[in-house]
């Protein structure tokens, strides 16, 4: 199936500093999701981009769209505590007959040093 | 309060034996999956379920089983036949169109010893 690729793979940074993060696919996506997954939890829809170029917030979290479809990127400013966690995009595909899975990326993990 | 549940968080069973993993949502949602998670391997899929009494094979189906008899219900049987099955199991819904994006339950991790 379609592969999407994360990276970096794990991030230590300082509280307060920004974070990026970023998905990239050699196939079109029309949706990117971002999910977030707490240690021995299931993950949990951050931000859904619908179309290209589009930008969207959700609290000190921004998300973009690339243009070419076959990117997002994820962004987290002034990094807390509780930002730790991994950080999964996410795209449906096709399985024909109107019949789609979600196909994710491997995750970036975050861990943020007081 | 809706939401997809599944059951139980830990399970341990012997090597050879089947075991089913329960997952349910009240969400009214057509499509349901069943992902597994290791280690640095992100989420890969196992089966899904568009609609009841129909499934599909995923990424890695070999060695597991699951029935759609109602829209609220997708259980998972991990069989003998899978070579490793320790792993964290996350079964999670959405509306099954090409936008929606998916919730998780809380997942279960099944160790086979």
């Known amino acids: 199936g379609q592969q999407l690729n994360q990276s970096p793979q794990s991030m230590f940074i300082q509280e307060g500093e920004d974070v990026s993060m970023n998905c990239t696919s050699s196939?079109?996506?029309?949706?990117w999701l971002w999910y977030k997954q707490e240690p021995g939890e299931g993950p949990v829809l951050l931000i859904a981009l619908y179309k290209a170029g589009e930008l969207t917030s959700n609290g000190r979290l921004t998300a973009q769209f690339g243009i070419t479809r076959k990117d997002s990127f994820l962004n987290i400013s002034a990094s807390i505590p509780s930002d730790v966690g991994i950080y999964f995009c996410?795209?449906?595909?096709?399985?024909?007959?109107?019949?789609?899975?979600?196909?994710f990326g491997k995750g970036t993990k975050l861990s943020v040093i007081p | 309060d809706g939401g997809i549940t599944q059951s139980p968080k830990y399970l341990f069973r012997k090597e050879g034996q089947n075991v089913t993993l329960s997952c349910e949502q009240n969400?009214?949602?057509?499509?349901m999956y069943w992902y597994r998670q290791d280690p640095g391997q992100g989420l890969r899929l196992i089966y899904y379920?568009?609609?009841?009494?129909?499934?599909q094979k995923g990424d890695i189906a070999e060695g597991y089983s699951v029935s759609r008899e109602k829209k609220e219900s997708f259980p998972l049987t991990v069989t003998s036949a899978q070579k490793n099955p320790t792993a964290f199991y996350l079964c999670a819904s959405n509306l099954g169109t090409g936008g929606a994006g998916a919730f998780f339950g809380q997942g279960t991790r099944l160790t086979v010893v």
């Open positions: 379920s568009q609609i009841v009494n129909d499934f």
């Open positions: 996410a795209g449906p595909t096709d399985s024909g007959a109107g019949s789609y899975q979600l196909t």
């Open positions: 196939s079109i996506f029309n949706t």
């Open positions: 969400l009214n949602h057509d499509a």
